[in-house]
């Protein structure tokens, strides 16, 4: 196999894993609309990083970690309601790229490539990067799991019971933008959502323990980055949707599993 | 010994407490009475520093509240528990909430505490459903579950927001015999109650609230026109057997 494919395949495998670690603490939270959103807010963070000259990944990460630690700032301190302030901020950040990548007039910047992902387009030290946060993933979920599971059962009661939660909070929320901007080049703005919502729910579907069912989404985001990936190259699909359309398939199934077993 | 000074707070402008003066001697049975809307919820809340004070001081134990919370905490029940019923939890893993916070960041439930937790779960005797999920619990049990939880937090306060909802007549009187047991031993149980019936066999400090405080006395000295001002001219006391 060309290098160039091993270096796709390993990338689609790293970044499955990396938004699927993630994927049960954003399901129990119910704020998949905020990984939905800071999907769509990196797309401004894109353009301030073509119009300046940044790194465009480098520029993403830094303007969706200040956009999720402002919302999470404004929900706490203002009783503002999150969905409100999440949309507010989404459709600002859009605007706010559509009108910097008109006015860079930048046409060598690959839009669609950003919009649906190409896991082609992964870089061998990109793929180093991927690797490293999936490290700094694994090792949070272990290090504050016993936090993470009240501040996902219940944030005020943790905060009664003086659960030091407040620190990992915050850092969920910038790990969580960290994760969705590095996979952002595989999984795409539209589609990285799906990635980072679906493992989690087949995985619930077929287990019921929390750490059960994180190793469960790993394995469900390996099983369908790998077959996606095959059948991508096989019927000359685009790699980042064959691999939601086969987890969308593996949902469906797990589905049936749970109304055959309930 | 809880001490409440001048305390008002107003929601979107609205007065919910005004100019509340309280003092809650250790090793109390206090219950708050008042009708719905009276800030009773509200007023817990901002014992507990759930909700920020806006005018007015909270001392507990002579420490001023925000830097008594930085190394103590309160037992809590609340009147409702926001959870999804499909929470991958079990009865056990929500008694333990009350003693995490108090497990080093990085460190999880020792075999001790797991011991701990059942040992509460026994004494609120709803040890059988440990390792139920939490979403097959009936309200009642669920309600032993926040209890148990309340009591392992090792709080020298437990504070309960309407513990008789969701229990039957012969629940309410058994939970409130087990909060008198909790009470004998030294805790401080402030509880917010509608049954005043049950109450008056159990409370021996008695806080009236609407908006502003009616009385704060020893159960036995409040008379049924406390309770009239408290509630308004609406209620109707009636003495019942049981």
Request: hydrophobic content about 50%.
């Given at each position: 196999?060309?290098?160039?494919?091993?270096?796709a395949?390993?990338?689609?495998?790293?970044?499955?894993?990396?938004?699927?670690i993630?994927?049960?603490?954003?399901?129990?939270?119910?704020?998949?609309?905020?990984g939905?959103?800071?999907?769509?807010?990196?797309?401004?963070?894109?353009?301030?990083?073509?119009?300046?000259?940044?790194?465009?990944?480098?520029?993403?990460?830094?303007?969706?970690?200040?956009?999720?630690?402002?919302?999470?700032?404004?929900?706490?301190?203002h009783?503002?309601?999150?969905?409100?302030?999440?949309?507010?901020?989404?459709?600002?950040?859009?605007?706010?790229?559509?009108?910097l990548?008109?006015?860079?007039?930048?046409?060598?910047?690959?839009l669609?490539?950003?919009?649906?992902?190409?896991?082609?387009?992964?870089?061998?030290?990109?793929?180093?990067?991927?690797?490293?946060?999936?490290?700094?993933?694994?090792?949070f979920?272990?290090?504050?799991?016993?936090?993470?599971?009240?501040?996902?059962?219940?944030?005020?009661?943790?905060?009664?019971?003086?659960?030091?939660?407040?620190?990992?909070?915050?850092?969920?929320?910038?790990?969580?933008?960290?994760?969705?901007?590095?996979?952002?080049?595989?999984?795409?703005?539209?589609?990285?959502?799906?990635?980072?919502?679906?493992?989690?729910?087949?995985?619930?579907?077929?287990?019921?323990?929390?750490?059960?069912?994180?190793?469960?989404?790993?394995?469900?985001?390996?099983?369908?980055?790998?077959?996606?990936?095959?059948?991508?190259?096989?019927?000359?699909?685009?790699?980042?949707?064959?691999?939601?359309?086969?987890?969308?398939?593996?949902?469906?199934l797990?589905?049936?599993?749970?109304?055959?077993?309930d | 010994?809880?001490?409440?000074?001048?305390?008002?707070?107003?929601?979107?402008?609205?007065?919910?407490?005004?100019?509340?003066?309280?003092?809650?001697?250790?090793?109390?049975?206090?219950?708050?009475?008042?009708?719905?809307?009276?800030?009773?919820?509200?007023?817990?809340?901002?014992?507990?520093?759930?909700?920020?004070?806006?005018?007015?001081?909270?001392?507990?134990?002579?420490?001023?509240?925000?830097?008594?919370?930085?190394?103590?905490?309160?037992?809590?029940?609340?009147?409702?528990?926001?959870?999804?019923?499909?929470?991958?939890?079990?009865?056990?893993?929500?008694?333990?909430?009350?003693?995490?916070?108090?497990?080093?960041?990085?460190?999880?439930c020792?075999?001790?505490?797991?011991?701990?937790?059942?040992?509460?779960?026994?004494?609120?005797?709803?040890?059988?459903?440990?390792?139920?999920?939490?979403?097959?619990?009936?309200?009642?049990?669920?309600?032993?579950?926040m209890?148990?939880?309340?009591?392992?937090?090792?709080?020298?306060?437990?504070?309960?927001?309407?513990?008789?909802?969701?229990?039957?007549?012969?629940?309410?009187?058994?939970?409130?015999?087990?909060?008198?047991?909790?009470?004998?031993?030294?805790?401080?149980?402030?509880?917010?109650?509608?049954?005043?019936?049950?109450?008056?066999?159990?409370?021996?400090?008695?806080?009236?609230?609407?908006?502003?405080?009616?009385?704060?006395?020893?159960?036995?000295?409040?008379?049924?026109?406390?309770?009239?001002?408290?509630?308004?001219?609406?209620?109707?006391?009636?003495?019942?057997?049981?």
């Amino acid at each position: 196999m060309p290098l160039f494919l091993i270096t796709a395949l390993l990338g689609a495998i790293l970044s499955g894993i990396s938004l699927a670690i993630f994927a049960p603490y954003v399901t129990l939270r119910r704020i998949s609309y905020l990984g939905e959103a800071l999907s769509h807010i990196a797309f401004a963070g894109i353009a301030i990083a073509i119009i300046s000259g940044m790194n465009l990944t480098l520029g993403a990460l830094i303007f969706v970690s200040a956009v999720a630690m402002g919302i999470s700032w404004l929900s706490e301190h203002h009783k503002i309601q999150e969905a409100n302030t999440i949309t507010i901020f989404l459709s600002l950040s859009m605007a706010l790229g559509i009108i910097l990548i008109s006015l860079s007039r930048n046409y060598s910047f690959d839009l669609s490539s950003y919009l649906f992902g190409n896991v082609l387009l992964i870089s061998l030290s990109e793929l180093w990067i991927l690797g490293g946060l999936n490290v700094l993933n694994i090792a949070f979920v272990i290090f504050f799991y016993k936090e993470l599971f009240y501040l996902s059962y219940n944030p005020e009661m943790a905060k009664v019971f003086r659960i030091r939660t407040q620190g990992v909070d915050k850092m969920f929320y910038i790990l969580l933008a960290a994760n969705i901007v590095f996979n952002l080049k595989s999984a795409g703005i539209i589609l990285v959502t799906a990635q980072l919502i679906l493992p989690a729910v087949i995985a619930f579907n077929l287990v019921q323990k929390l750490h059960i069912a994180i190793i469960t989404a790993v394995i469900t985001a390996i099983i369908c980055a790998i077959a996606g990936f095959a059948a991508s190259f096989a019927l000359n699909l685009p790699t980042g949707a064959t691999i939601v359309v086969c987890q969308a398939l593996l949902y469906a199934l797990s589905f049936l599993f749970k109304r055959r077993f309930d | 010994m809880i001490q409440i000074q001048d305390l008002q707070f107003r929601i979107s402008g609205k007065s919910i407490l005004e100019d509340i003066n309280l003092e809650i001697p250790d090793g109390v049975f206090a219950a708050i009475i008042g009708p719905n809307g009276a800030g009773k919820s509200t007023l817990i809340k901002l014992i507990m520093g759930l909700l920020d004070i806006q005018e007015g001081k909270i001392t507990i134990d002579n420490i001023p509240q925000h830097e008594w919370l930085k190394h103590s905490g309160f037992g809590y029940l609340p009147q409702r528990e926001e959870f999804d019923r499909a929470f991958p939890a079990t009865a056990l893993d929500i008694v333990l909430m009350g003693i995490a916070g108090s497990i080093p960041r990085g460190r999880r439930c020792t075999a001790e505490h797991r011991q701990k937790a059942l040992s509460a779960m026994q004494d609120c005797g709803i040890f059988e459903k440990a390792n139920n999920r939490i979403g097959s619990l009936s309200g009642g049990e669920f309600q032993r579950v926040m209890l148990a939880r309340a009591i392992l937090s090792d709080s020298k306060y437990l504070i309960l927001d309407e513990p008789e909802a969701g229990i039957d007549r012969v629940g309410v009187s058994s939970f409130f015999e087990l909060l008198k047991m909790l009470n004998d031993k030294g805790k401080t149980i402030i509880t917010i109650s509608h049954d005043l019936h049950t109450l008056s066999d159990y409370c021996s400090f008695l806080i009236c609230l609407n908006r502003r405080l009616h009385c704060h006395n020893h159960a036995e000295l409040v008379n049924s026109d406390v309770i009239h001002r408290t509630f308004g001219e609406a209620i109707r006391l009636i003495e019942k057997d049981y």
